[in-house]
């Protein structure tokens, strides 16, 4: 199976407002995808298609090859881990509690609870009552949760929100080494550094459509200006255009020892977005 996801045509419309307007998209098996988008464009309304939670109006949608008509099935249920603003936990129990019984709900070895929660940073914290923890933490929670059954494909809706930039790294590694053995990632973020480092493809939506669809260095190139960015040691700083014409400038600085620092203009995934949405993320 080439595709761990694959969406032609799809619409959700609700009453008279269309939230999905015809998209289509594959997410590749074995890569982590982000799909980015300001609030209200329809990304949660097309993940909850995507897990089963909504129906779509218009359009077919396969995820591991199942069609969207048997989300509900155990076949599905096994396979899919899920991260999202509706995920939830027992707060009167501890870490290992709550993690003990979601082994029971889908049949993982308990042995698998001490793999997750050396994947999400909280082996040591494992007897704390979900209650008394703070919010990062219970993400991090909601994640090893996520990832108890060892699915081939997990949606994150914001996975690392609330995290300290320590464990966010963790998590970032723990992600790619679980993608690495194969587990398929569908990654809502709105952290564009994140997307960058972490995503395969990334895609744009906006107004319930997509706009543009790509790895995060083709989109970084195909909206660059290539221009050169020169700065001296006098602390000028120079825009050059990357043209023939230009050539006799960069060589003049560079034998005369004048550049400090020179880089082709590559803008961020955020100033792509902007540029393509006219947002930012929110």
Known sequence: MENAIEVKGMQKIFGEHTAINKVSFNVKQGEIFGFLGPS???????????????????????????????????????????LSDNSSLYERLTIYDNLKLFCKLYGAPLKQIDVVLREVNLHDERSKIVSTLSKGMKQRVLLAKALIHNPKLVFLDEPTSALDPGNMAHIHRGLQKLNEAGTTIFLTTHNMEEATELCDRVAFLHNGELQELDSPNSLRYKYSTHAFHVETFKGNRLVIDNQPDQADQIRDLIANGEIKAMHTDNPTLGQIFLKVTGKELE
């Open 40 to 82: 209200g464009s329809g990304k949660t309304t097309t993940v909850k298609v995507l897990t089963g939670e909504l129906k779509q109006t218009v359009g077919d949608v396969k995820v591991l090859g199942i069609d969207s008509e048997n989300f509900g099935s155990s076949a599905f249920k096994s396979q899919v881990g899920i």
